[in-house]
Every structure is written in structure tokens, then in C-alpha cells.
């Protein structure tokens, strides 16, 4: 993908229960091709093949070609709009967390 998914597209994309599974499966592998990804999926080829199309569009994988086999590996930067639009709700979390460390100083000082 030559320019950064938006947020909606990586949302969109990581809805589907498949598609998110088929994305863990590469995250957790270096390099995996799609009958592997099929292997044990309980999805076809043909479905397997649809989601990775759509996880390549959205920038969260990325294929390398050797052969007859095509590799399939985590683009990390993928995330980053999730990532981004996440961050602003670190605040949120920060603040939290400071209430709840007093609170808990508080009730056992």
C-alpha cells in the first residue's frame, strides 16, 4: 500500500472474526503461505486467499513471492492508526490508573 490505511479501513478489515484469526496466525509466524494459513482453518483456500487481500489493502500484511508459493508476513506499521487513535485515550487510562494507586494507598497505607 503506498499510502498509511486510515483508522475506519484497519477497523473495518480486523472486524471480521476470520479475517483477525487468518492476521494472528501471520503475526505469530515470520513468514506463513496461504495453505498453511489454510491448513487446520476450516476455510477454504478461496476464503483464505479474500482475506488476505483485504488484511494486503489495509496495509497489515505484506507478500513476498517465491515461486509457485506466496509468503505472507505482519506489517507492524499496519497498526499505526489504530495505534494513533488509541494513544488518545491513554490519558484516559493514565488518569485512572493514578486514581486507583491512591485509592489503594488510602485502604492500606
Not at 489493502?57 to 515461486?67: D, I
Request: glycine share 6%; proline share 5%.
Amino acid at each position: 500500500m503506498t499510502q498509511m490505511a486510515t483508522i475506519d479501513s484497519v477497523m473495518r478489515t480486523l472486524a471480521d472474526p476470520t479475517r483477525r484469526a487468518v492476521f494472528e496466525r501471520i503475526v505469530s509466524s515470520d513468514e506463513i503461505t496461504v495453505a498453511e494459513l489454510t491448513r487446520g482453518s476450516g476455510v477454504t483456500q478461496g476464503a483464505i486467499s479474500q482475506h488476505l487481500k483485504s488484511l494486503k489493502l489495509a496495509g497489515l500484511v505484506a507478500e513476498r513471492p517465491e515461486g509457485r508459493k506466496v509468503f505472507y508476513r505482519a506489517e507492524p506499521e499496519g497498526l499505526a492508526p489504530l495505534v494513533d487513535w488509541m494513544s488518545h485515550y491513554g490519558v484516559f487510562w493514565r488518569e485512572r490508573f493514578a486514581n486507583l494507586r491512591t485509592l489503594l494507598k488510602e485502604i492500606d497505607p
